[in-house]
């Protein structure tokens, strides 16, 4: 049996997007379980917009992303070299050949003339293909324009009555009408060759066996046929992925959230989780099992269950997925994610000693499970260090003012005044005792009680935050955190000049 090979060809013209990082993702899924070759080559022969930059991005992320190639521009392989700006002697010898053969010709056809003869077509109501003016000029007579200086692109001569067809490997038999295709332009004015044209000489040489790809690229399959059988290559097999596409059924773009890996990377999504929920764009397990490690991926996918209706993004889905990986992390590993999203906010010193690094350990275990990325982290931990009354929310005021709160509140700060070494067992008990003296119960005694420890209407449970609270008021932090006694005194305060 032939050895798989596939490819994921970008071109660095940009940030690696979603939809991009799904095909990768199930060309990489589709090799490793066969036990095949996965081949990264860059396609940069759009000089203006293709970047060193880019390129070094696009392969950071598809790194991040848990993405290993065996051969490519920077591992070297048997076929390389694995960057289109390289090979242009290569495909020159190829286009030289089709032209002797007369399976393509020059075209002089002026961007002007194009247009003009596309908009008579389109006011006719046909499709807008190339009519073949300069199909019987000779290869001769061409090369004498050329010297001359005049432009030309070079053309692939085919049939223009009859079908073409192929088996798609995700949407069965697929056949186009050679009339609405024309003669495809193989190498451009600029000496540079179309994609549809590099494209073939780069899998045929290097011996690719299937090529995954987004739907978009169904279109380009006909042409690229057309290459293949005039310069007596066997084809691929191919496989169109559907679309990726926003909750509101529109193609994912900006307005729907982060769409580029590297975004998904700075709001604290673990790079296993994308993973996880990337194969299920399209694509569903077998007994719907959805929380998956990329061993478990490898052996479950199988490229014939992918579907053929458009994938959609969910980024609540996704948010859900990475809460599940984050609770399979170490200690060790959440604490340091944790950290690394904190460090900019400058909570915690730059300097974390011993003892800083336990307390951040503690919060971390207890905060953890409330956030669904690292990102969201800090909005869980600065309970602990902003603590300031007038700014509490409109309702949390309200609801502190009415008679029953202010009698709550007024006993505890009476009481834990008195009290020299507050801890959880000692708020316990206070809370025996107010219950007692002011007849609350219920959430009449323990709302205004969290609310003055915290500013906050819900959270963090009391016996996990109590401790920490204290705690952090020992130590030097560079926003002090205000032990429990002053946070019920500063409510207080603000209820008396209310």
């Known amino acids: 049996m032939e050895k798989v090979r596939v490819r994921f060809a970008p071109s660095p013209t940009g940030f690696l997007h979603v939809g991009n990082a799904r095909t990768a993702l199930f060309n990489w899924l589709f090799a490793r379980q066969k036990r095949g070759v996965f081949i990264l080559r860059i396609e940069d022969t759009d000089i203006e917009r293709s970047t060193a930059e880019y390129e070094k991005r696009l392969g950071e992320d598809l790194q991040w992303l848990g993405l290993d190639w065996n051969e490519g521009p920077d591992v070297g392989g048997e076929f390389g070299p694995y960057r289109q ?32 003869e596309r908009k008579k077509a ?29 432009q030309a692109t070079v053309r692939l001569r085919t049939e223009s009555q009859g079908n073409i067809s192929y088996l798609d490997l995700v949407r069965g038999q697929l056949s186009f009408d050679l009339q609405l295709i024309g003669d495809p332009i193989l190498v451009r004015s600029n000496e540079l060759p179309a994609y549809n044209y590099a494209v073939v000489i ?190 509490m929310e409109k309702k949390i005021k309200e609801e502190i003012k009415t008679k029953e709160a202010f009698k709550v509140i007024k006993v505890f700060s009476e009481k834990i005044s008195q009290t020299e070494r507050f801890d959880y067992d000692k708020f316990s008990a206070l809370v025996q005792e107010i219950k007692k003296e002011t007849g609350c119960k219920g959430r009449d005694l323990y709302h205004p009680l969290r609310i003055a420890l915290t500013a ?30 002053q946070r019920v005194s500063e409510v207080m305060d603000f209820l008396k000049r209310s």
Not at 94 to 116: D, G, H, I, R
Not at 124 to 136: F, I
Not at 241 to 267: P, W
């Open 122 to 150: 389109l006011a006719s109501e046909k499709m807008p293909v190339y009519g073949g003016k300069c199909r019987s000029i000779t290869l001769e007579e061409a090369k004498r324009r050329l010297a001359a200086g005049e």
């Open 456 to 485: 906050r209407g819900s959270g963090l449970e009391l016996d996990k935050f109590i401790p920490l609270v204290e705690e952090g008021a020992k130590l030097n932090f560079p926003v002090p955190i205000k032990n429990c006694s």
């Open 202 to 391: 780069d899998d045929f040489m290097m011996k690719i066996t299937h090529v995954i790809r987004g739907e978009d690229h169904i279109s380009n399959t006909p042409r690229q046929l057309l290459t293949y059988n005039a310069l007596s290559f066997p084809p691929p097999q191919f496989a169109h992925l559907s679309m990726v596409l926003g909750r509101d059924n529109t193609r994912l773009s900006k307005r729907h959230g982060a769409t580029a890996v590297n975004q998904f990377e700075k709001q604290g999504i673990l790079s296993s989780a994308l993973f996880n929920y990337l194969a299920l764009l399209g694509w569903a397990p077998p007994e719907g099992k959805e929380v998956l490690g990329k061993d478990e991926l490898v052996a479950l996918f199988n490229l014939k269950k992918v579907s053929r209706s458009s994938a959609i993004f969910d980024h609540d889905k996704l948010a859900w997925i990475n809460r599940q990986h984050i609770k399979n992390l170490s200690s060790k590993k959440k604490v340091e994610l944790a950290y690394i999203h904190l460090k900019e906010t400058r909570l915690l010193p730059e300097d974390m000693t011993g003892p800083h690094w336990e307390w951040f350990q503690r919060a971390v275990e207890v905060l953890i499970e409330r956030v669904d990325r690292f990102s969201d982290f800090h909005q869980e931990i600065v309970v602990f260090f902003k603590f300031s009354p007038p700014e």
């Open 85 to 116: 700006s390289l090979r242009l002697e290569l495909y020159k010898k190829y286009t030289q050949k089709l032209l002797e053969e007369e399976k393509a010709y020059y075209c002089f056809c002026s961007p002007a003339e194009l247009e003009e």
